[in-house]
């Protein structure tokens, strides 16, 4: 019977979500936080670490990617191989990670069981240098044929202290090491005849890097005193006669093989003011450019071999703990933790290319921007060309604000994952935020006393809301639904909520009724109660206000009594008077504001699970003695349970029938069925062990004796590149921190490790959910099962992504060009789609000839037409489809005509005989169809739009290619001949004007009437 209950509770979950899973998409406004950074091969995409995560910025395309693969802690090293097809990243506890990169899925696992402080691949790919304490490991790369698994090939040893960083030849023979023990090392990959291992020692402070050149004629290293030294291979010259053969023989082996010595090429030296350390260097062979930067904030830029210094740029005061080159030495990318900034630099038009900083101490909220009629309009900055790239893009959220505790508000296309506009007019952090219904501004209330209107056309603050009775805080704002009046909950004082006009920016009202702090409020979207609001604060009350008629009823507001303080409010979006509320005590309950009746309520303590942090000397349960999930030894239902754990935000989906929760003190995010209050699914946000909170248990060998975490000492003095260096920055943090503050800028290191959950919210069509913490914004996007964009660096279109509809024995490859081989076009394109392999639709779909386009939709059922919608999308998308456009508006036009009522019964979730079962089909979900069809009226819009150019331009063309030229045009005295037929119809049109003038001159002037009798008789004799 338990299994019966708990069957039935999952297929009504089923139902909610219409079978479809949210996967992790992108990480948006998280700060760089260390790691080294890494150009692609052909220099158009960026690496770079974010927490335990790898981001790829597409340069060229303007696209930010954030690939799912999670390592255990935060990233140290990332190492692309050169043929850019596998990733190796490791974090700072030495666990890796092997990644297909096209693909974004983890091929290998392995420990390497020490600090790595650098790795790199060969330039054949065929094997891997890694640094290992005082020695170098090289491992043979991992193949299909070797499972994937790493093979060790060889040990180096003999530096006397850690090594630092390594560097292949490029003939792939030879290795050169840099060490802490102030000495570069050279050695042969495989016992080399004639080969002579090097010992550098020019050096007297710590070496930083070590690079070869193209030719492998010389050897740059540079210490962190800023000594650059350049070595030369000489090869010795034979002066006694031997015989060609030995000659020839000589000049097969490797360079370093041939009798020669090394020889003193130039030294160079790069001291800057203040005494600054070389913390990072880089260096591109095909341009011969070598970059490094220092600790503080400046990087000079030389010309190899010559050690010509091309440019010297100071970039703040902070030291630079990435550099990078790429695109032949052109751009120079460069990212320091300190600031959170990763920006890349064209050094020679002195322009930036990308320049990206997160918020630096977390997100605090987060908003998607609404879908509106408007937008589907041709206007200037939605669906045409003329405006910006951020400015176009799906119809429903298509942009993402958040708001930071350092004060700012950035706008992000959800697209390309990068931040196009900053608002930095606050002065404090931003604790709510929420767009206007039509888009085109954004109202964020702060704790500087202020709330603002920022308008997204002009990109400038146009509004200023604050208080009349004295500077206050403000804890949350909401904008009705006609996007007229706003309104903000102030923290302390009277607990008041003050109304304003938009347009004027007056008061128009002061709601008070509440006796603690209002944290939450939300107006509905009902259309019969356009001026309802709801109101929770700390006092348990759940306050109904109706605005425009709250005259009539004494200003009072009708109060709901909930089980404790109200953390978070939220209305049922399809307009039935529903609204949440999530209590202090983990429960989440649903009201009815027009009965003022209870209609349901969710138990999320046992679903939450928030972890234990690092310096707790007790279990997560918040119990001594108790662990989580006691089993049968426990003796009350409670036990095992933390219940001090609470819903700090919750967000409905547009459909009404998806709740999504989330909690500050849990790495987790609930999804609960609103129609059977049950879970639906709990997502991790991650798993990064380096935060504190995320792990239920902790390991026991990481406590000392006395029973204090080791993650509580600070010992990045000991584990830092540079000790000075990081002394003087443990320095300045311990002035500005203050005891008991976790928030904000004044937080301790400690803190600064720490995983809150501040804000969720859904876009307005349900493909996407945000949440905003204190590591940036993740996103996740709803796995419709019919294609969608991989994780991968190889899958932006989604095209490449192979999600079968259904797998059967007559499904199949073979199946599809058998049918379509013979001849039977509908059935190729069924089993196609039903395979939803992209390359056999498109196969199979231009195949089809435009006379037969009718009868295969026709033939299309119901449970494939989302399918055919999602690549009739691709199709269109200038960046993945064809140039065929009247082809696909064939295709768009039929699907209309003949199953118009399927998908209109598809969209609104009934079950007809035109659907049959397609309801309950995971591509057939009624977020979906929705979102299926804007999407594609979207992209055909763009298309009309771009094409639009095109068309009045040759109209314009041909109505001046089509006007003959009938007036002689003078150059000089010289006049322009024209054609004879052209000219003798001008001179025969002269010549009967000037008859017709004569004729008029001889004739007597007369009446009206006169004149027509004598003009008759004229007519008649002629």
């Not at 196009?420 to 954004?442: D, S």
């Not at 605005?547 to 303080?565: D, I, P, R, V």
């Not at 119990?623 to 919750?650: C, T, Y």
Request: with cysteine; charged share 20%.
């Amino acid at each position: 019977q338990v299994l019966i209950v708990f069957r039935a509770a999952f297929r009504s979950a089923e139902a909610a979500v219409g079978m479809n899973q949210y996967r992790f998409s992108n990480l948006l406004g998280a700060t760089y936080q260390g790691g080294s950074i890494q150009f692609t091969p052909d220099g158009n995409t960026l690496l770079s670490p974010v927490g335990n995560r790898m981001s790829a910025v597409d340069l060229i395309q303007g696209r930010s990617t954030t690939l799912s693969p999670e390592n255990r802690e935060d990233i140290a090293i990332l190492a692309l191989s050169p043929d850019g097809r596998v990733l190796l990243s490791i974090d700072k506890a030495g666990h890796a990670l092997l990644i297909n990169f096209v693909r974004g899925a983890i091929l290998c696992r392995i420990n390497f069981k020490a600090h790595v402080r650098s790795a790199k691949w060969s330039p054949d790919s065929n094997w891997l240098a890694v640094t290992h304490g005082r020695r170098l490991q090289i491992w043979r790369a991992p193949t299909l044929e070797l499972g994937w698994q790493f093979v060790q090939h060889r040990t180096f040893g003999g530096h006397h202290d850690d090594v630092i960083d390594v560097a292949w030849s490029p003939d792939s023979l030879f290795l050169a090491t840099a060490a802490a023990d102030m000495s570069v090392r050279l050695w042969s990959l495989n016992p080399v005849n004639g080969f002579e291992p090097l010992a550098l020692a020019e050096h007297r402070s710590h070496v930083r890097a070590v690079f070869f050149s193209g030719d492998s004629k010389y050897l740059y290293s540079m210490s962190r005193e800023g000594v650059l030294v350049s070595l030369r291979y000489e090869e010795e010259e034979d002066e006694t006669e031997g015989t060609e053969g030995k000659q020839k023989a000589s000049d097969a082996r490797a360079l370093y093989c041939r009798p020669g010595a090394w020889v003193m090429a130039a030294k160079a030296y790069c001291q800057q003011p203040g005494a600054q350390k070389v913390t990072r260097c880089a260096f591109d062979a095909a341009s011969n450019l070598f970059a490094s930067g220092f600790s503080g904030g400046i990087f000079m830029l030389f010309e190899m071999p010559g050690l010509q210094a091309l440019q010297t740029l100071s970039l703040g005061s902070q030291p630079l703990d990435a550099i990078a080159l790429g695109a032949n030495g052109d751009w120079l990318a460069v990212g320091s933790s300190e600031v959170g900034q990763l920006f890349v630099w064209e050094w020679r038009s002195e322009t930036y290319i990308l320049k990206q900083q997160g918020h630096h101490w977390g997100v605090q909220c987060v908003a998607f921007s609404p879908s509106a009629a408007s937008s589907l309009k041709r206007q200037k900055t939605l669906a045409t060309t003329e405006g910006k790239a951020e400015d176009r893009g799906t119809v429903s959220g298509r942009l993402l604000a958040t708001g930071g505790h350092d004060g700012k508000v950035k706008v992000f296309s959800a697209q390309s994952g990068l931040c196009f506009v900053t608002f930095a007019e606050h002065t404090a952090p931003v604790t709510a935020l929420c767009f206007t219904p039509q888009g085109n501004a954004i109202l964020t209330a702060s704790q500087d006393g202020s709330v603002r209107a920022f308008d997204l056309l002009r990109y400038r603050n146009f509004r200023t809301f604050a208080s009349p009775d004295g500077l206050c805080q403000w804890s949350s704002v909401a904008v009705d639904s006609g996007g007229e009046i706003v309104a903000a909950a102030a923290v302390g004082g009277k607990y008041t909520i003050y109304v304003w006009s938009i347009q004027t920016g007056n008061v128009l009202e002061v709601l008070a009724g509440h006796t603690s702090q209002v944290q939450s409020l939300m107006f509905s979207p009902s259309t019969a109660h356009p001026g309802q609001m709801i109101s929770g604060g700390w006092d348990g009350v759940l306050s109904v206000w109706d605005l425009y008629t709250s005259e009539s009823k004494g200003g009072e507001a009708e109060k709901l009594q909930c089980a404790s303080s109200v953390l978070s409010v939220a209305f049922d979006p399809r307009g039935n008077d529903i609204c949440a509320a999530a209590c202090l005590t983990g429960v989440v309950q649903f009201w009815n504001v027009t009965t003022a009746a209870t209609v349901g309520s969710i138990e999320g303590l046992r679903d939450i699970q928030s972890g234990r942090q690092i310096g707790q000397r007790y279990g997560a349960s918040h119990k001594r003695g108790v662990k989580l999930g006691a089993g049968l030894g426990k003796a009350g239902p409670s036990d095992g349970v933390n219940l001090n754990q609470h819903f700090s935000s919750i967000a409905y989906a547009r459909s009404g029938e998806l709740l999504l929760c989330g909690s500050r003190n849990s790495p987790h995010v609930c999804l609960y069925d609103t129609t059977s209050y049950s879970l639906a699914f709990r997502l991790t946000l991650t798993s990064n062990r380096s935060l504190s909170g995320v792990q239920t248990m902790l390991n026991s060998k990481h406590v000392t004796e006395s029973g204090v975490p080791i993650q509580q000492f600070d010992l990045s003095e000991s584990e830092g590149d540079d000790a000075e260096l990081t002394r003087q920055s443990q320095r300045i943090k311990q002035v500005s921190t203050l005891p008991g503050v976790h928030v904000g800028e004044a937080k301790d290191r400690y803190a600064s490790r720490e995983l809150h959950v501040w804000d969720v919210h859904f876009s307005p069509d349900s493909q996407q959910f945000a949440a905003a913490t204190t590591h940036g914004v993740f996103v996740y996007a709803a796995d419709t099962g019919v294609g969608g964009a991989s994780s991968g660096m190889g899958g932006h279109s989604g095209s490449s992504q192979f999600v079968p509809q259904m797998l059967t024995k007559n499904v199949s490859a073979p199946a599809i060009l058998k049918a379509l081989k013979a001849g039977d076009l509908s059935r190729a394109m069924i089993l196609a789609l039903a395979l939803n392999d992209y390359g056999l639709v498109r196969k199979v779909y231009e195949s089809i000839p435009v006379r037969s386009i009718p009868i295969v939709v026709a033939s299309i059922g119901a449970p494939l037409l989302p399918a055919l919608l999602w690549f009739l999308g691709l199709e269109l998308r200038p960046s993945s489809g064809t140039p065929h456009f009247q082809f696909h508006v064939h295709w768009v036009a039929t699907i209309i005509d003949v199953h118009f009522m399927t998908l209109l019964d598809m969209a609104t979730g009934k079950t007809t005989a035109r659907t049959g079962a397609a309801i309950e089909a995971a591509a057939a979900s009624r977020s979906d169809v929705a979102a299926l069809c804007l999407q594609l009226l979207v992209e055909l819009s763009q298309r009309h739009a771009g094409m639009t150019k095109v068309f009045d331009g040759n109209i314009y063309l041909l109505r001046y290619l089509g006007t003959p030229q009938r007036v002689a045009l003078e150059d000089e005295g010289a006049v322009v001949e024209q054609p004879q037929e052209e000219a003798g119809e001008q001179a025969d049109a002269t010549a009967a004007s000037e008859q017709s003038k004569a004729k008029k001159k001889k004739r007597p002037r007369s009446a009206a009437g006169s004149d027509r009798e004598g003009a008759r008789p004229k007519v008649k004799r002629q």
